[in-house]
């Protein structure tokens, strides 16, 4: 297919495109119980989806960047508020 050109143009995305600030962090499309997936990346299957750590490991195809992944951080996960 021409013409399909997928630029880091998503608000947040950082410079080396490694990293996106988003306001919420989705879930994992692969464990499927709610655990965080804050890394959204190409998978080996060919679709893009968001998986944890763990998935995003066995199922990534690449490192982080522009094009095969970005992990997501919330603006405010400097904050380390566990009190949950
Ligand atoms: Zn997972």
Redesign the pocket.
């Known amino acids: 297919m021409a013409g399909t050109t997928s630029t880091p143009s998503e608000r947040g995305i950082t410079r080396d495109g490694t990293r996106c600030v988003v306001p919420a962090i989705p879930p994992?499309?692969?464990?499927?119980d709610g655990?965080p997936?804050p890394y959204d990346f190409h998978t080996r299957m060919g679709p893009w989806a968001h998986?944890?750590?763990?998935?995003?490991i066995?199922y990534r195809t690449g490192e982080l960047g522009v094009g095969s992944g970005q992990l997501w951080v919330t603006e405010g996960a400097a904050d380390h508020g566990d009190s949950q």
């Open positions: 994992c499309d692969f464990c499927g655990t997936g998986g944890c750590h763990q998935h995003w066995l």
